[in-house]
């Protein structure tokens, strides 16, 4: 069983209409509140929904010429971020019930951009792996991957045209690969973290879901002020593949649909290469990754630890005490492993460089079995590079998977407008397929 | 006048007291609190004083067996920092009224270390420049410095031991300059930010202030589990001396003071130089440092300035403005520039070494006219390296100023090192001295 709104505007088309003055700001909010209603019960992707906020702040943007990127344009923000006046929840039990006093910095700049938050998502707890209550849209019995579960599914469903997410080992692009939609991580560092929870301050990357490429980008631009639109008229005339040093994790669903993928790129294909020095330091990376995150974790939530290590699960619990145990001198040794690995990328790889690599190892698993394996996202983050998930692949049953667009350092345009080209070239949204 | 009170154990000799039995951290709590009674008046150090929270919190310390490195020691918290129950107004008429409902990481990091917080003290106007009501301990007609203005009083003073500050231009080291005491700001990113009101993601660096060298080793080695106490035993052959390239801002007092201190190294003097290429970088690096310094401001207090920029001062609402005017472009070039300007100087200076150049470009100005100039610390800051400021000078009036020791990326170790040998060979802690 799947809940997906059909036939939604995007984010562009939704600016472009209020722009235009064929629908205003109020009624895009209350179009997509009706979807909500239709879809939440099913796919339990909100913390918590502010309805008469959000139309309260879509009278005042109808009130005001138009100005920013995404004037009038409904999204939704990941549980992490604070918004002020709503639940600043992190999908824990320690902050049941707390509200923001204040706006994190980002979500500061999309509302002046004219964006209108219409509420929170489900995360995982802090935004590491303890499962939300939230469902696939494509069917109801799988997850729809973490941690940004609710923004992903919220997106994926059509309740909202772009979301927020964060991503410090997979959590935008997994959850995008599983729910088939656009996700993007921007380049480490390129959007303000004030005002999310930290997880990991080494990783920890604010992005964004959408329903096309050009949507995604809308939002960055909006928060940036960079021109981020994918250049339509570009035509790569090859695209390396890259299967990574994690391809023994690929499930046979993913084996088989990335090979099609290969074949479909013909004359395009390549196969892309890094330098021996870089090759032979990703064969690290992941376990890298892994460190580097359970020790920041460890000194990011040693409040919440301290506070109440039996409101945290299990999972959480064993991370934080993992990485209280690495000693100070090996993360000293991690991060400038880290550092190093970043120059030496930075240093060897063309600045224009752009691959494709699978963005989850296979489709949703189901619900109960968690909500996914990061292991094709981990060397991305850990290297801080711009990623885009787009929704080209499907299993037999017809269940997303994406493929990841993955540049250099600061590539983040260049990474945009592959993605675009494949979507143009090789699919369509997936939830607008269906 | 002067507000000073002598003879208060450190923080080593309050640990080693409570550890032998011969204090009780209530005790310790209670002398402080004295003192804060005594000289808070003149001072203006506080936010807030947290006497019957600190004395519940050392009852429990006393309680229980000796376990971190700063159990029972007094602490104050710069209130840009989260503390739970106390005040977090960040020197804004904003935030006036705001309780914090969680420790910083940082904070909390400090409290599993034994470390007993007695309160939040005065800050600039989010860690920029707009003054406090703080008085300099050696002179209540001058000003401590900023933007840790309560923190660098406190320690100066005797109230505390310890404090914790954050420097993104010179919030440390120029404080402890002024008001004579030692200041450590570690090689950035080494303490977690998380709970920290954000000023610049690219500068924010936690540090401490103390009065001796050893003290500010032990806070930083209770929040990191590093082992950074001084080698007692090392004897620097060469002690390179670096002008820098705002040799000119020197005032006539500290130009006076710093040729006398470079005669005094006599044999261990040397002239410091970098490689052409970063000397030809360093000249423009103060105004790289401001730019990017205002455009990240702009970002992290976007919801500050949306919400009240009335309530903004004038100074901290024309930088954000300044900040919002610098294009997309600038600042991904500018973000660019200083991460290839660290990876130069990681690359080029080694990485043990370590160098000596003024902490700041005078003592402490008028109470008047504002918090002093960054000018000597802003190079350091961009560079993101340890630098350590300890009491060596002062002015013909018996003001201190700072000898501000820095070294190469993650070479904390040396700094300080260095630091306290300067100190055993020239100095004592100001505040002890008269």
Request: proline share 7%; glycine share 8%; with cysteine.
């Amino acid at each position: 069983m799947s809940a997906l709104s059909k036939n939604t505007p995007g984010a562009l088309e939704t600016a472009r209409l209020i722009a235009a003055g064929q629908l205003t700001a109020t009624q895009a909010v209350q179009q997509r509140l009706e979807i909500v209603k239709d879809l939440e019960p099913n796919l339990k992707a909100w913390v918590s929904i502010h309805e008469s906020e959000a139309i309260e702040a879509a009278q005042m943007i109808d009130s005001m010429p138009v100005s920013g990127k995404i004037h009038g344009v409904p999204i939704a923000i990941k549980d992490i971020f604070a918004v002020k006046g709503m639940p600043w929840h992190c999908g824990s039990e320690l902050w049941k019930g707390r509200t923001a006093e204040f706006d994190a910095g980002s979500v500061a700049l999309a509302r002046r951009a004219g964006g209108i938050v219409l509420g929170k998502t489900e995360t995982t707890e802090f935004a590491f792996y303890q499962p939300t209550r939230t469902r696939n849209p494509h069917d109801l019995s799988r997850t729809p991957g973490g941690s940004s579960s609710g923004s992903a599914a919220a997106v994926a469903s059509g309740m909202v045209p772009l979301a927020f997410g964060t991503q410090t080992s997979g959590s935008i692009i997994r959850p995008a690969s599983f729910c088939g939609i656009v996700g993007f991580k921007p380049s480490f560092d390129l959007i303000e973290t004030g005002g999310v929870a930290p997880l990991s301050r080494s990783l920890d990357t604010v992005g964004v879901f959408a329903r096309s490429v050009p949507d995604a980008s809308l939002l960055v631009e909006a928060l940036t002020g960079l021109n981020l639109q994918p250049d339509a008229s570009a035509n790569p005339t090859k695209l390396p593949v890259y299967r990574s040093p994690v391809w023994d994790q690929a499930e046979p669903e993913l084996v088989s649909a990335w090979s099609a993928f290969e074949e479909g790129l013909a004359a395009k294909f390549s196969v892309h290469k890094f330098a021996p020095e870089i090759e032979l330091a990703l064969a690290e990376a992941p376990d890298l990754h892994a460190r580097i995150m359970a020790a920041e974790a460890a000194e990011a939530l040693a409040y919440e630890y301290a506070e109440g290590p039996e409101t945290l699960s299990e999972a959480l619990r064993a991370e934080l005490e993992k990485g209280s145990a690495i000693s100070a001198d090996e993360r000293l040794r991690d991060r400038q492993a880290m550092r190093s690995l970043r120059h030496l990328v930075e240093g060897l790889v063309p600045r224009n460089a752009v691959w494709l690599t699978p963005s989850s190892t296979g489709p949703a698993p189901l619900f109960e079995t968690g909500t996914g394996s990061p292991s094709f996202n981990r060397i991305w983050s850990l290297l801080g590079l711009p990623c885009c998930s787009v929704p080209l692949l499907q299993t037999h049953d017809g269940l997303p998977m994406g493929v990841q667009v993955v540049g250099a350092m600061g590539n983040d345009g260049g990474v945009l407008t592959v993605a675009d080209w494949l979507m143009a070239r090789f699919g369509q949204c997936w939830s607008q397929q269906n």
